[in-house]
Each structure stands twice: as structure tokens, then as C-alpha cells.
């Protein structure tokens, strides 16, 4: 969906295979990648989600992609309160940008940025399964 909405950039061939790789051989690596998606119940449709990974207690945003209008903010309002509920010590949103900061990230100055990442890439992995989930039911 990333790459079919915003066009390979950054997301080549070659780092897609990396990432499915990656992702399907999850045991022999600490860096787990994960997509977190919202469907339409009733066209079963993908209308919003995004890719990112895990090391440690971090979860890190790489990509996300949206079809219909506001469901890329419901799609991050429900992982932020996801990962809040697993445990997951900090959200890394990556680059700055106006609609992150509207959201309620803060920008970190590099330095700040690699100390918290040293201190947290260590905790023990936050499991983050779960399957197919109703927002009514996730929400109560």
C-alpha cells in the first residue's frame, strides 16, 4: 500500500525484499518489523496502515499510507494507544514533520536522540501479536 500510494522512493525492490526477509526470519534478529493496518469491515478493504520495527522496548514509524481521508490518523491514534498498552517505552516517529508534531510528537535533538535510543534499545522485546482486532472492542 506504501509503495502503490507514494511510489517506490525510498521503499525500492530491494529494501522490500530485505524488510519481507527480515520480517519472516524475526528469531534470528533483534529488529522485529511490523505493519499495523486498518480495514473497512464492510468492503474488507486496507484503507490505512504503515510499516515500521521494533528493537528492544523502541517501535520505530517508517512509512505509513492512507485511501480514504482521516483513517491515517485513526490508524495512528490506534497503534499509539496499541503500543501503549503492550508497554513499548517510545514511539520514534522518525523525521519531523507538521502533521507528527499536530499529533503530539516532540522533536529531540540528535545527541538526546541516540542517548534514549541506548537506554531502551535494551529492555526486553515488547511482544506485539495480535490479529485481526475490532476498533470497537480494542477501544473500551
Known amino acids: 500500500m506504501c509503495v502503490k500510494i507514494k511510489g ?43 510499516l515500521g520495527y521494533m528493537v528492544g522496548s523502541i ?10 481521508s482521516r483513517t491515517g490518523n485513526l490508524q495512528l491514534c490506534a497503534t499509539g494507544k496499541f ?23 516532540s522533536e529531540i535533538p540528535r545527541p538526546d536522540w541516540a542517548q534514549t535510543y541506548k537506554e531502551f534499545r535494551d529492555l526486553p522485546f515488547v511482544d506485539l501479536t495480535l490479529q485481526k482486532t475490532a476498533s470497537k472492542t480494542f477501544f473500551q
Open 59 to 68: 517501535y520505530t514509524s517508517l512509512s505509513g499510507a492512507y485511501v480514504r
Open 8 to 50: 517506490e522512493n525510498w521503499l525500492c525492490p530491494n529494501l522490500q525484499r530485505t524488510f519481507t526477509y527480515l520480517h519472516k526470519n524475526s528469531d534470528k534478529y533483534r529488529a522485529k518489523f511490523i505493519s499495523f493496518e486498518v480495514w473497512d469491515s464492510t468492503t474488507q478493504e486496507l484503507v490505512a496502515g504503515e
Open 83 to 105: 503500543l501503549e498498552q503492550k508497554g513499548i517505552c517510545w514511539w520514534d516517529f522518525e523525521m519531523s514533520h507538521p502533521y507528527k508534531l499536530a499529533l503530539g510528537a
